[in-house]
């Protein structure tokens, strides 16, 4: 029997099939590392190493994680995690949870032949400040880049966080 690298006791399993509804997004399954860049009206501009990482296991979900740290240290600044559902009609549901305690609840659509993804928050929850999040992730000659805008009570909806990544 063929073991996973790493000592584990777990037979070695090819990745299930990608489900129907998730074979549109097939594209974004596996790992991306990058650089991106973030700021707002009431922060100072900072720059971040990033990972994100698209999964599946065979259900019609993707899993979503992603993790970010400063360039200068490879301190961890930030994490989130969640749940991408595509629909057969070209809406996707998101739900993302982040290390900072928001949570978001988006609904969005998807363009599989110019592969795109565009989500809008319908509920930002345990937020005291921000109140909208828009988020759209784009792949282009095999780079994932992906623009992030948000508005609080403060400001209207304005960039937050922009990333390139390649994939690993």
């Known amino acids: 029997m063929e073991r ?4 584990s006791d777990s037979p070695a399993r090819s990745p299930p099939p990608v489900h129907p509804l998730v074979a549109p997004l097939e594209y974004l399954l596996g790992k991306w590392r990058g650089e991106g860049e973030g700021g707002y009206p009431t922060i100072n501009s900072f720059s971040y190493g990033e990972e994100l990482v ?9 899993s979503y994680s992603q993790k970010t740290w400063k360039l200068a240290s490879g301190e961890p600044m930030h994490a989130e995690s969640g ?6 009609d070209g809406s996707i549901d998101v739900v993302i949870a982040q290390s900072t305690g928001l949570v978001e609840v988006q609904k969005g659509s998807y363009d599989a032949e110019n592969k795109i993804v565009t989500l809008k928050s319908e509920l930002v929850g345990n937020a005291s400040k921000v109140k909208d999040i828009t988020r759209v992730f784009t792949v282009t000659n095999g780079e994932l880049s992906y623009v992030v805008q948000m508005a609080t009570q403060l400001t209207s909806l304005q960039p937050h966080l922009k990333a390139l990544l390649k994939k690993l």
């Open 4 to 7: 996973i690298a790493g000592g």
């Open 54 to 62: 698209f999964s599946h296991s065979g259900k019609p979900v993707i």
């Open 83 to 88: 749940y991408w559902r595509p629909r057969p």
